[in-house]
């Protein structure tokens, strides 16, 4: 899983931790899951509340053209699958099949974004993944980089980190050189950090991120997907984008 942090909206209802009673949403609530290992411009926390980032817009326009309310839930990488298999969740966003475990109703791909090698400024260009080969690589604990491990191996020198805001902190503090992160994370920061120089390296995967429905939601799944389809034709998922870029 691929995988840097305002007042609430109407329609956002409560963000509270996932526990392991919790019961599914009430009537008329879209039940949403908040990672927290997540950044902006995905996801923006304030006091432990998810308060911005596409996630939460994605989230808030798809409970509003459904008639409900949108109410968050965060979560850690392991929380994910109980969560969405038990239906104390009704949905995420922004994540791929192979991120994940579980069985799930998933949404048409609607979320684009790339997977890359970020460097520091200091860094030594690369001129494939092979150079990374026992090279210390900023990575998130619990995600999963099939096409880095396919070709580094055993010599994959993961350097985790909890979240994808400390992972990108751990390459600023000069701890790694390089590490593994999103292009709209690596966009984001440019823009409001511009004197961290930090550069593209490698691209190694292209992807529209889909939302993944539990199939135990007590929202129709027909009806999730057909309010997809309409923000994505009316242009509003590229509005949200557009906003971070």
């Not at 909206?9 to 996932?18: E, K």
């Amino acid at each position: 899983m691929p995988k840097l942090l305002t007042s609430l909206s109407a329609i956002l209802l409560s963000a509270l931790p996932l526990a392991a009673g919790d019961a599914p949403g009430a009537p008329g609530e879209l039940v949403m899951l908040a990672p927290l290992d997540q950044t902006m411009p995905i996801v923006r926390f304030s006091n432990g509340v998810l308060a911005g980032g596409i996630i939460k817009d994605v989230g808030d326009a798809l409970a509003q053209r459904l008639g409900r309310r949108a109410v968050y839930v965060n979560v850690d990488v392991a929380g994910v699958t109980p969560a969405l298999t038990s239906g104390r969740a009704d949905a995420m966003c922004y994540v791929l099949p192979f991120w994940i475990d579980g069985d799930y109703d998933w949404s048409m791909p609607l979320l684009p974004d790339t997977e890359m090698v970020v460097a520091r400024a200091d860094a030594p260009r690369l001129r494939s993944l092979k150079d990374l080969k026992d090279t210390p690589i900023g990575t998130v604990a619990g995600y999963r980089y099939p096409r880095v491990e396919q070709v580094l191996g055993k010599q994959f020198a993961r350097t985790d980190a909890a979240s994808m805001d400390l992972n990108v902190q751990q390459m600023i503090s000069g701890k790694v050189q390089y590490t593994l992160a999103s292009e709209s994370t690596l966009f984001y920061l440019q823009r409001i950090h511009p004197q961290l120089k930090l550069r593209p390296e490698l691209v190694f995967s292209s992807y529209k991120a889909h939302c993944a429905f539990s199939r135990k939601s007590q929202v129709p799944f027909n009806d999730a997907n057909r309010a997809i389809d309409a923000l994505l034709k009316e242009g509003v998922i590229d509005q949200i984008l557009a906003r971070y870029r």
